[in-house]
């Protein structure tokens, strides 16, 4: 609380001379807080974007969004600049499961965490002493209902204006430009604190010393429960639903005690959600389009108007308000035509999901949930370690639309800002500007698939399956029926259920190739194997060109990752087998292919020094071949080997596999068995 001498008004206005505190309207408080921090520039799917650092803080925070978190921040600048946006409210449409509720609720409580910094807190004003003056019965203090800002009634302290400007100025020190900038601010007071107001100054004989000993200033409370600075109104059926929710209402106990009827303090405010943020907070419409008529009527007011209006009584508000609303909901509302005054005043933003498997991999780690996992009898259940990506790149594949110039694999792989064969990001980016031309909104770019709730139910599923239990492990491609359960069960319309079911088929087939290199791995006892042959071949198609080859084939190069000078013999045998693993018979090919790779060796090593060509497939899938052909004559043999342990040798090896799986590759007994397993089987070749 604060002591007497620092609850006065004019202490108040002191301090916000001497900048102690400040006075900000919601946008500008909300845009202060997004900019004060760390910007960064961010490629996203071919366009050049910004990533705010405050959107990436805690431990469950946003995963990607650029495009919205952007469209968002724009919105509030323009809106704290005085732009159009101020008269406006900000809706989030789109699929259910893909994050716009959870973004409104993580912004919420970072302003909550923020406004709670002393040089940042909000304040407002109380009449106290007031039972005494006999038209308040027993009440003897009144809050302003709308928590208005005691800057705002410093401005309205005289009826005139100027007067106003001349009190700061004289009195209180404000030059003349920081009043003109108060002054943009500008609101009148509430009707009951105007009321109360010029009633005290009735009894005092318009004395203002005498005035202001009856205003006492307070930190507006931060309470999350309360619902004060940020509050959410979730859509209610239409019984329950009522404008008092969003308004407040007339109060019997009020009225006992108030004898004037004219007294506009007989409404409790605070009954409504919008007066408790009224005083620069945020207002979260939950599903906004699902309220009945009367309400999104008084929604129009509202975001309109910025007022709070009861039987022609007038309460200013200040408040950034935030929707979120479904597809089907927002289209339902927008055929009904006469409802269009209402989607004018909104900035509607619509939220696709999330179309990079590399950030999924973080979404999907929320999914599977970051506390130890048990099986039901509460034994320790372990995660395989390619539970991740089989989830990660299933749901993605589902969220990618038809193309005729990307496949599926080749539209994953751009949008994650990886390699795909010939295929660049120019093509993506024309096919994504191709689809968001199209009016149904559904059609477009990742509007459309398997969102996180879905995924949290495959999961689910999952964790509640003998098999998981009994084997006391997650084994990565049981999420794969998991997944399948879930489209069958809550996908409705046929054309996308199919869709989905085929995108699983794809996933499943870039599981089996994850399968291949693990093995490689395993068989080879080291976790990089793979990709030190990759970067091997790499460095050979660098070195068979260099000036500095000596006879012998020895080449010295300098290693991006650890700058130290290195020298390696270049294999002209090996870079053929692999080169005609690709599928690369003539001459130009060969040469089309390596110029390639520089180009992206060039490119991606001057940004990452650890870019180690693990996302090109293609290149992986022939380095292993080569080398399983090389050591053990092909994969074929490998898996003879492992399905057929009845000799000794064999035998070794399977278990010699099973120990590097169990002891480097984080692999439990189960998931490296049923692994191996999965390898022996053609399930799922492509």
Same mark, same amino acid.
């Given at each position: ?232 109104y979730p859509a209610k059926d239409k019984i ?50 699902? !309220?009945?008529?009367?309400?999104v009527q008084v929604y129009l007011g509202v ?20 929707a979120t609303s479904n597809n089907s909901e927002? !289209? ?203 970067? !091997?071949?790499? @460095? ?7 000036? @500095? ?10 290693? $991006? ?47 990452? $020094? ?36 009845? !000799? ?39």
């Amino acid at each position: 609380m604060l002591n007497h001498g620092e609850s006065t008004l004019l202490h108040h206005l002191k301090s916000v001379k001497e900048g102690k505190r400040r006075f900000e309207n919601a946008f500008e408080g909300v845009a202060r807080m997004i900019l004060e921090d760390d910007i960064s520039k961010v490629v996203v799917k071919g366009k050049s974007t910004y990533d705010f650092k405050i959107f990436n803080t805690g431990n469950k925070h946003i995963i990607g969004m650029y495009n919205e978190i952007n469209s968002f921040v724009s919105f509030v600048k323009d809106a704290a600049e005085g732009g159009s946006s101020k008269e406006m409210a900000y809706v989030l449409v789109g699929e259910p499961g893909n994050g716009k509720t959870f973004f409104v609720e993580f912004l919420c409580a970072l302003y909550r965490s923020f406004m709670a910094k002393p040089q940042n807190r909000k304040y407002s004003f109380r009449f106290k002493d007031l039972s005494h003056f006999g038209n308040y019965g027993k009440i003897n203090t009144i809050e302003s209902q709308t928590y208005e800002d005691p800057m705002i009634l410093a401005m309205n302290l005289f009826e005139d204006i100027d007067q106003n400007k001349t009190f700061l100025g004289k009195e209180i020190g404000f030059s003349d430009k920081k009043i003109e900038e108060l002054y943009e601010n500008y609101r009148p007071l509430g009707a009951c604190s105007a009321y109360i107001w010029y009633n005290l100054k009735e009894k005092k004989d318009s004395d203002l010393a005498e005035i202001l000993k009856h205003i006492d200033i307070f930190p507006v409370p931060l309470i999350e429960s309360l619902g004060t600075l940020t509050g959410k109104y979730p859509a209610k059926d239409k019984i329950t639903s009522s404008a008092v929710d969003l308004l407040g209402e007339e109060s019997i106990q009020r009225i006992l005690h108030i004898t004037d009827t004219n007294n506009p303090y007989r409404f409790d405010l605070r009954r409504g959600a919008l007066a408790r943020v009224a005083g620069g907070g945020i207002h979260f419409a939950d599903e906004i389009f699902k !309220n009945k008529k009367d309400l999104v009527q008084v929604y129009l007011g509202v975001i309109q108007n910025r007022n709070v209006e009861m039987d022609g009584f007038k309460w200013p508000i200040d408040t950034l308000i935030i929707a979120t609303s479904n597809n089907s909901e927002f !289209n339902r509302f927008l055929a009904e035509k006469e409802e269009a005054p209402i989607v004018d005043r909104c900035r509607i933003c619509y939220v696709s999901h999330n179309t990079d498997y590399k950030l999924q991999e973080q979404l999907t780690a929320y999914a599977i949930g970051k506390g130890a996992k048990t099986t039901i009898n509460d034994k320790k259940l372990h995660q395989d370690p390619n539970l991740n990506y089989a989830a990660s790149v299933a749901v993605v594949l589902t969220r990618l639309p038809r193309s005729e110039k990307l496949a599926p694999v080749e539209a994953m792989k751009l949008a994650a800002g990886e390699v795909a064969g010939e295929k660049s990001i120019k093509t993506l980016v024309e096919v994504i500007d191709t689809l968001n031309q199209d009016p149904d909104i559904t059609k477009r770019f990742g509007q459309k698939g398997l969102g996180q709730r879905n995924l949290g139910r495959a999961m689910q599923l999952m964790l509640e399956s003998s098999d998981t239990n009994e084997g006391r492990c997650m084994f990565a491609f049981d999420i794969f029926k998991a997944i399948e359960r879930v489209t069958l069960d809550y996908v409705t319309e046929p054309n996308y259920r199919s869709k989905y079911l085929e995108d699983l088929k794809t996933a499943k087939g870039l599981y089996r190739e994850k399968i291949m290199t693990e093995m490689f791995n395993a068989y080879m006892d080291e976790p990089y194997a793979i990709r030190k042959d990759v970067m !091997n071949y790499v @460095n050979m198609i660098i070195g068979i060109d260099a000036e @500095n080859l000596a006879p012998d084939m020895m080449w010295k190069y300098k290693d $991006p990752q650890t700058g130290e000078l290195k020298a390696m013999r270049v294999d002209e045998r090996y870079i053929k087998s692999v080169e005609e693993g690709l599928g690369l018979k003539t001459r130009e090919q060969v040469e089309s292919f390596r110029t390639s790779i520089r180009k992206i060796y060039g490119q991606k090593i001057s940004i990452d $020094p650890n870019y180690d060509f693990m996302d090109n497939l293609e290149l992986v899938k022939a380095v292993t071949d080569v080398r399983l052909k090389s050591d053990i004559a092909g994969s074929g043999s490998l898996i003879g080997a492992l399905a057929n342990r009845t !000799n000794e040798e064999n035998q070794k090896l399977y278990d010699r596999m099973i120990d590097t799986m169990l002891n480097k590759l984080h692999y439990c007994k189960t998931c490296a068995q049923k692994t191996i397993e999965y390898f022996c089987t053609q399930e799922d070749e492509k």
